[in-house]
């Protein structure tokens, strides 16, 4: 394996500005309050072990839903509200990556298996949610591992789950992007599964923002912080059409394609935030329609 697996991305501290709007003091400490109580009742998420499949998943899928909310965060879908099209039949996920708020969102919509780099394990509070809902880490700085992780993920996709990943390998601050990074697509080559496009975006009002965005010198605190304050923040998750097995004889082929779904935007309707004081404003911005 390549050391091009190793992505950077040139965003940083320059690509966040200044929120449109602020929610004041109080507001702010009650979402701060009402999120570590949200996330201190996952330790009752447990008790869903006993419930049926299709149960389990909605009380999961419900308290993610909890969480996003107590930040502040509302949530849209578009498109499929599910990712698996055929249920019990395995599904790469592949996603851009912009916040830590994309997997409380991803997990909102379905509760899925998902890959992130190691440190996630460490965050504080975080950390042990993301771990319990059946996160692979990985070690970027060991591509030795990349191999075995592959094999992993084309266990568990054989199996029926569906598995996301961060398909650019890094976080960008949401209007610009990278490119699709093949490693991770192997897997579903290996198991014979589908892909599933996603495309997350955060936008206040009918402007698209940087400010979930972590990225540059931020710390999960700053970040968390930071969200705390936004006034009238949406995620948007858009549920692109599957890519059938078959249609892609190479990982790279695979990510191309699904890196050009991901890509194919159709609308205008958007507009970057005349205040989020991002480097990449000259580039045009337009929403997707799934």
């Not at 992130?116 to 771990?131: E, F, H, R």
Request: net charge positive.
């Amino acid at each position: 394996m390549s050391h091009a697996w190793m992505p950077a991305s040139p965003c940083g501290d320059g690509c966040v500005g200044h929120a449109p709007g602020e929610v004041g003091k109080f507001r702010q400490t009650w979402r701060a309050v009402t999120a570590v109580t949200a996330i201190l009742c996952g330790v009752w998420i447990a008790l869903a072990l006993l419930l049926p499949s299709k149960q389990r998943e909605s009380v999961v899928r419900l308290w993610f839903h909890a969480v996003l909310r107590a930040f502040g965060v509302r949530l849209e879908v578009h498109g499929a509200r599910r990712f698996q099209e055929v249920p019990k039949r395995g599904v790469l996920v592949a996603s851009n990556h912009v916040s830590w708020l994309d997997e409380l969102a991803i997990d909102s919509v379905q509760p899925i298996k998902l890959v992130a780099k190691k440190d996630i394990k460490s965050w504080p509070v975080l950390g042990p949610i993301i771990t319990a809902a059946g996160t692979v880490y990985l070690d970027r700085e060991k591509l030795r591992e990349l191999p075995r992780t592959v094999d992993e993920l084309a266990d568990t996709l054989r199996g029926g789950s569906a598995v996301g990943i961060h398909a650019e390998g890094t976080t960008w601050c949401g209007l610009a992007s990278g490119h699709y990074k093949p490693a991770l697509f192997q897997a579903a080559l290996d198991a014979g599964v589908p892909v599933r496009p996603i495309v997350l975006r955060y936008r206040i009002g009918d402007h698209l923002t940087t400010q979930p965005a972590f990225i540059g010198s931020d710390t999960l605190v700053d970040s968390i912080r930071r969200v705390l304050k936004v006034r009238d923040l949406v995620v948007e998750v858009h549920v692109l059409d599957e890519i059938a097995p078959g249609r892609a004889a190479t990982r790279r082929e695979l990510a191309k394609l699904a890196e050009e779904q991901s890509n194919r935007l159709t609308s205008t309707e958007l507009e970057i935030a005349p205040s989020t004081g991002d480097s990449h404003r000259a580039r045009t911005i337009t929403p997707l329609v799934a």
